[in-house]
C-alpha cells in the first residue's frame, strides 16, 4: 500500500481519537467547534493545492464558499408555496425537487430539497468560478491575487446588500440536510458526534481526492506550470486549460464546504464572504508549508478551532493578518515543510540553511 | 524528405525588423545549426517556430501541416520539443519528475481519473516513470534521478533538460545554445550527445555560438545577420563564404 494511504489511515484514526477524548474528558461541546474546522478544513485543502501547488493566488474562495452557502440557504428557506399553482413550480414538486416541511408558526413552507440546492449551488459555482477564472488567470502573482480580491470583495457586498439575502442578517432557519436515511447534516446536540464524523469523513475524502491529485499526470503538470510556465508549455501542457481547470474545481470544494457548513449551522451571515476570511485561508496555507495538504490540515485544525473557540477573542482578524506577515517575513516557504527536520539540523550545524543552492 | 520548410517568415518589435524575410528548410535527420552575431533574430526564429511568438507574416510548416500562429503546447503535441537559452527546469521537482513532465503529450490521465487514481493510470505512470528513466539512462544521468533537479551542477542541469524534451519524442528538438555556460569537456560531451540523438532519428536545429561545436557536428549552417539570411550550407562552405567570414566569424589575423 502506498505511503500516502498509509497517512490518510493514520489521519482518521487520530479523527476517532480525538472523538474518544472528548467523549472520555467529558467536553462534547468540542465537537461543534471541531466540525465548523472541518468544514473550512475541505476549503483549505483544495486552497492549497490552487495556490501551493499550481501556484495560482486566490484572495476569493470565501466568495465560492458564500457562494454554495448562500445559493443553498436561499432556497432551503425561500417559500415557493404562494406559487403552488404555476406551472413550473409544480413541475419541480413532481420531479421531487421540493419539499414541504412544517414552519416555526405551524405553517407549512414549500421550498427546494437540500440535495437539489446543494447541486444548484455547484452549479451556479462552476459557472461563476469559469466565468471569472479565464481572464484572471491569465493574470500572474500581486495582480492575480488583486483580481481574485476584488472578486471576494463584489461577492461580499452583494451579499451585505441584498434584502433577498438577509443584507447584514444573511439567512437562518436553513433545514437539516439529510444526506442518506438516518444520515443528516444538522446542528443538533442530539447528532453532535454523527455530524463530526460526516464532516471530517468529507476531509478525509477532499484530502484523498487531492492527494491522488498531487501524485497524478495533471499533478505533476500543475506544478510544472508553478515552477516554469513557459516551460511547461512547451512541454505540450495546455497551461491556460490546466489553470482554469484547477481553479474551478478548487472553487467547487469552497463551495460545498460553504453548503454543508450553512446546514450545520443552520445559516449564513455575509461574514463568510468577507475578505478577512480569504485572509485567513490563505494564512493557513501559508504556515502549512504552501505546497503541504497536510501542512495545510493541520494548521487548519488548529487555528481555525482555536479561532471558533474564541481564544484569539477580538483580535481574531488580526492574528491571521499578524500570522500571515511574520510567515512571509521569516518562514515563507511554511512551517510544516517537508524539510523541517533538515533545517533544525541546520540550527546546530555552521552552515546557514539556505545557503546551500 | 523535408521536416521543417519556413518560408518568408517576418517579425518586427516596433521598428527593429527581427526576422526579414527568412526562407530555409530543414530536412528529416540532420543537424541543422544556427549561428549569426548576436542581435541577429536566431532566438526570435526559435521562438516563431515553436509558437513562443507569432509571426507578422510568412509561414512555417511542419511535417506538411501549417504550423504558425499555434500556441508552444500546440507544437509541442505535434512533435517539436525545445530546450531554452536559460535553463528552464521545474523547481522543487527531481530531475525524473522534471523528465516525466515532458510526457504529458503521452499520456492521458486527466483531473478526474487523477483524483480517483483509476486503475489505467497506474500503468500510465509507471510506462511514465521508464521511459524517464530509460532516458535518463541514454544521456548518462541515471544515477541523478531522485535529487532536486535545480540542485544539480550546472552541466547536468543542461542534459536534464536535454532528457525532457527528448522525453516528448519528438519529431523535431530545438535546441537554444545548448552548450551556453558549459565548460571544453561539458561541450564536447554535449556534442556527442546530439549527434547520439541525431542517430536515434530526431531531427535537431539548434542556436549555438560555440563554433567548435557547430563545425563539429552540423550537417548544415544557417547564418543570419540583422534578421535576414546570408548563408545556408554544408559546414565546410560556410568556413570559405566570404560574407559569413566578413559578418560573423571573422578573419584569422584580424
Known sequence: MKARYMQVLLFVLSIIAIQLATTLTDSAYHLTQLTMTAYYTILILGLCMLVGYAGQLSLG???????????????TTHDLSPYKAQASVALLADWGVLTSRPDLYGGSLLTVNPWAACIAAVCLTIVVAYIIGGPVLKLKGHYLAMATLGFGIIVYRIALASSSLGAADGISDVPPFRLLPGVEITGSSSARVMNYYVAWGGVTLGMVLLLNLIHSRVGRALSSIHGAEDAADAMGIPTARYKLKAFVLTAVLASVAGVMLTHYNGGIGPSEASVMKSVRYVAIVAVGGMANLWGALIMSLLLNFLSLRGCFGVYDDAVFGGILIIIMLFVPDGLLRRKVFSDIKGLFSRNTPGEET | MTLLSVKDLNKRFGGLHAVNGVSFEVPQ??????????????TTLFNLISGTIAPDS???HFGGAPVQGLRPYQTASLGMARTFQHIRLFPKMTALENIMVGRHIHGKAGFIAGMLNL??????????????????????IADQADAEATSLAYGQQRVVELGRALACEPRLLLLDEPAAGLNMRETVEMGKLITR???TGITVLLVEHDMTLVMNISDEILVLSYGQKIADDKPLAIQKNSEVIRNYLGEDDA
Open chain 1, 61 to 75: 474562495h470565501a466568495g465560492f464558499f458564500a457562494i454554495g452557502g448562500y445559493m443553498s440557504a436561499f432556497l
Open chain 2, 29 to 42: 535527420g540532420v543537424i541543422k545549426a544556427l549561428i549569426g552575431p548576436n542581435g541577429a533574430g536566431k
Open chain 2, 119 to 140: 486503475p489505467f493510470t497506474w500503468r500510465e505512470e509507471k510506462n511514465i516513470r521508464d521511459k524517464g528513466l530509460e532516458i535518463m539512462d541514454f544521456l548518462g
Open chain 2, 58 to 60: 510568412g509561414s512555417v
Open chain 2, 197 to 199: 540523438i541525431r542517430d
